[in-house]
């Protein structure tokens, strides 16, 4: 029963979660490794957490999972101010007609985190802080900036490329 | 929100649906056998409790207090006159003897171990700062005596810690949720420290339930660690561990001092 109810869960989630992945991580190899482990703590817990809320749980592990990576090898991620150049090939990358996507790369991790929380997941500013483990008044300042860089990143793509015209 | 955020949600939303994801494999096989696995590794952790638990056998100037024999060093005030739950107690798979030193006509403490039905820990959810000092706060409160430090978050993860000085031992602090009732769910987490007596436990007129468990040592530091959780009626779930070293005296909460840290944070 256990893990009927746990492959159902699954099969429901997963797409949803590996894109939810790419979009914090940009990249497919990374965001199906986040999506696994994901899950994998999730099943760990699932005698636990199933009564209760397992999209809350997988969400949050998922988001802790991102920015402890983020954390650990911050000295190999470095923010750029503007966007660096397509490398031919590299389609494990975000898509280069996907400018937004390609632009929320250029945010620091916990906005791009809470960006996608709030934008893509619609939480609440309340359920965003407790996941991230902060004030609601940081979660505002942080969607705030994290608006700002992207729209920063996203202006300094091609004008005839944008999907979202001059919004400021 | 204002209209451009619309129009930036509704175009990255757009985006997100229409990457290309590459095919996968069979992901469910291998995150069932990876989270087995990880389950099978935290099972044999808690395994090592009991081995552990044999191990300090020998330690000296440490004082449990337990619901089982009476302790004499123990002044009358240090343990809380919660009733246990009303649980049965489990069939022990090990004993093992915490105290002073052997002497002749005096032995240490018996301490039952039971195979855990649970998690030793809880936290997967961060604790903001206003929570974390308000923990501390509470310490401080009932303990004047004791060097009580910042919780900081611990490094090593899982679980989701935080940890502060208490005396020359640790005070652990850890977030959680659980489904449900709270008496529910403290019932069916009453035995998940590898316990063998149910844990005394008070419920409060807002709801919340606070259980404090016998003291055992943890499997991942070998620290003589009691622990107090507290089910918020909200879902929220707070574990507070006050963890001493075994090898040496170590001044740390009393039972009481842990019940009323729960009791400040309910």
Redesign the interface.
């Known amino acids: 029963m256990r893990d009927r109810d746990f492959a159902e869960f699954y099969a429901a989630r997963f797409d949803a979660v590996r894109r939810t992945a790419y979009a914090l991580c940009g990249n497919w190899g990374e965001a199906e490794e986040l999506t696994q482990s994901g899950f994998v703590r999730v099943y760990d817990k699932w005698g636990r957490v199933s009564a209760g809320n397992p999209d809350g749980y997988l969400h949050t592990t998922l988001t802790r999972l991102f920015l402890d990576t983020r954390r650990r090898g911050r000295g190999r991620e470095r923010l750029v101010a503007e966007p660096p150049e397509p490398v031919p090939g590299e389609s494990a990358q975000v898509e280069e007609r996907h400018l937004l996507l390609a632009a929320l790369q250029h945010v620091s991790p916990k906005q791009r985190a809470t960006l996608v929380l709030r934008i893509v997941h619609d939480l609440s500013i309340e359920q965003v802080a407790k996941i991230l483990g902060c004030s609601t008044g940081t979660v505002k300042s942080q969607q705030a900036r994290g608006m700002a860089a992207l729209r920063a990143a996203y202006h300094g793509a091609d004008p005839a490329e944008r999907s979202v015209p001059d919004a400021r | 929100m204002r209209d451009?955020?619309h129009?930036?949600?509704h175009?990255?939303?757009?985006?997100?649906?229409?990457?290309?994801?590459?095919a996968?494999g069979d992901?469910?096989a291998?995150?069932?056998r990876?989270?087995?696995r990880?389950?099978r590794v935290?099972h044999a952790g808690a395994a090592l409790a009991v081995a552990a638990l044999l191990g300090v056998s020998t330690a000296t100037a440490v004082v449990l207090t337990g619901d089982r024999a009476p302790v004499a060093d123990v002044p009358p005030t240090a343990t809380v006159d919660w009733p246990a739950a009303d649980l049965p107690p489990r069939n022990a798979v090990g004993t093992f003897m915490v105290g002073p030193p052997p002497e002749p006509g005096k032995e240490g403490i018996p301490v039952h171990v039971c195979t855990p039905t649970?998690?030793g820990d809880v936290g997967?959810?961060?604790?903001?700062?206003?929570l974390r000092d308000a923990v501390v706060a509470a310490a401080r409160a009932v303990a004047p005596d004791l060097k009580v430090g910042n919780l900081a978050e611990s490094p090593k993860?899982?679980p989701?810690e935080y940890q502060a000085q208490l005396g020359d031992g640790i005070l652990r602090f850890q977030v959680g949720?659980?489904?449900?009732d709270p008496l529910a769910a403290a019932d069916e987490q009453a035995f998940d420290l590898a316990n063998c007596q149910p844990p005394k436990r008070r419920v409060l007129a807002n709801g919340a339930v606070l259980q404090v468990y016998p003291p055992m040592v943890d499997s991942k530091d070998q620290m003589l660690t009691q622990v107090l959780r507290v089910y918020l009626p909200d879902?929220t779930l707070y574990q507070v561990a006050a963890a001493g070293w075994t090898q040496r005296p170590a001044p740390q909460f009393t039972e009481r001092q842990l019940a009323e840290v729960g009791l400040r944070i309910s």
Do not use: I
């Open positions: 451009d955020d129009a930036v949600r175009a990255l939303r757009t985006e997100l649906a229409m990457t290309t994801p590459p996968t992901g469910l291998d995150v069932v990876l989270g087995r990880r389950r935290r649970g998690d997967y959810l961060p604790a903001d700062r206003e993860q899982p989701l949720d659980y489904g449900g879902g």
